[in-house]
């Protein structure tokens, strides 16, 4: 087994689509507030994240080497950012994205309609709580900030495990906390907001930022790469900086407004009135983020 050392790019300024994925940075995926902010979200922090992606997309090409791969689950795909990406990074591919929420695989199914891969992008709504689809063999599963939802994530990895090929591959993307933005006091709001968003995904998702690896062990997998990844975007910074700031804070408060003090709360409101544009001015404005990643084999 080798580990890949931690990584740490510094990205400055950075355009363009690339992708993310589901399972929400928050700690309930789709029981608070609305789907289509939510979905809003997620392709934002694809758009503005893009690079981080494009490097995941790198190591697990890496890892596939010159096995092929011609089926690709998505996981928990939310509004379908890696199956897009994946499906360009390995023409041959056609992927299957599974997802509890029919209006996220229709905004999914939407957008591969754009990029012109909807014949090759194929969705199925499936709470995977529940039990585990008849997938067929995949080459290739992807799970990005997906499992740490699962009520059983360990039945889950078994699942998967048993889903893809013998050496076929699983990449499991997970992050840590929802990214920060502001300086200042500004900033010291939003750390007192991660605190508060911290004791409530440790009551409610006690897998958020788990070591997936000796669970990955423990189902079978070996472990190829592990990956952390500290995002630090600094001016000039991407267009849509702003607005997933403000969708970010916005999808926070529904989950912190209980545990802020009345004074926090009130502030918290007045920085999100000000809107994107009022976000994207405040001085100090930067984007930093924390993901992890491993490559798994199975053998």
Known sequence: ?????????????QHGHGSHDHGSHDFDG??????????????????????????????IHQHAGNGPVRRILDMGAGTGNGALVLTRRFPEAEATAVDASAFMLAHLQDKARAGG??????TLQADLDSGWPDLGAVDLAWASNSLHHMADPVRVLNDLFGTIRPGGLLALAELNSM?????????????????????????HVPHLGADWAP?????????EAERHF????????????????????ERMRSGVAERLSPADLTALDTLLAEGPDGIAALPGLTVRAERSIWIARRP
């Open 30 to 59: 789709h029981d608070h507030g609305n789907e289509a902010a939510l979905a809003d979200m997620l392709d934002l922090d694809a758009e503005v994240l893009h690079e981080y992606l494009a490097e995941v997309t790198d190591l």
């Open 230 to 249: 500290d995002i630090s975007l600094t001016p000039p910074l991407p267009p849509a900086v702003g607005r997933y700031a403000h969708a970010t804070l």
């Open 179 to 203: 990214p920060r933005f502001l300086s200042g006091e500004s900033g010291e709001l939003e750390e007192r907001c991660h605190t508060a968003l911290a004791a409530e995904t440790a009551e």
């Open 215 to 223: 669970m990955l062990t423990k189902a079978g997998f070996d472990i």
């Open 1 to 13: 087994m080798s580990h890949d050392d931690h990584h740490t790019p510094h990205h400055g300024h």
């Open 117 to 122: 891969v909807a014949d090759r992008i194929h």
